[in-house]
Nanobody, 124 residues
């Protein structure tokens, strides 16, 4: 019922910035918690950031704290991931995810909706 589409990926030099967007369509609601995950070749999908419904409480993986910011614009049904001070180890396919609960979670299996992913490549 809900479709998510990511955009904003690309190639950036180390130390640069990039802003990812996740547009939701279908039956959307500001109550839904949203998250960002990433997956590099040969590695498992890992949690990056999440934002809760209602109160928009945020949570970040230790590897991105202080560099990445997750936010949401409920009027536009869009979630953002602002990525600053990018490092080569941030290179991965980034996925937007949503769930029917407002609670913030960090496990991919607890999300109900997924986008197609967008490639982020950071050169050194």
């Amino acid at each position: 019922q809900v479709q998510l589409v990511e955009s904003g990926g690309g190639l950036v030099q180390a130390g640069g910035s990039l802003r990812l967007s996740c547009a939701a369509s279908g039956r959307t609601n500001s109550r839904y918690g949203m998250g960002w995950f990433r997956q590099a070749p040969g590695k498992e999908r890992e949690f990056v950031a999440a934002i809760s419904g209602y109160t928009s409480i945020t949570y970040y993986a230790d590897s991105v704290k202080g560099r990445f910011t997750i936010s949401r614009d409920n009027a536009k049904n869009t979630v953002y991931l602002q990525m600053n001070s990018l490092k080569p180890e941030d290179t991965a396919v980034y996925y937007c995810a949503g769930r029917n609960s407002a609670l913030v979670v960090t496990t991919s299996g607890q999300y109900d909706y997924w986008g197609q992913g967008t490639q982020v490549t950071v050169s050194s």
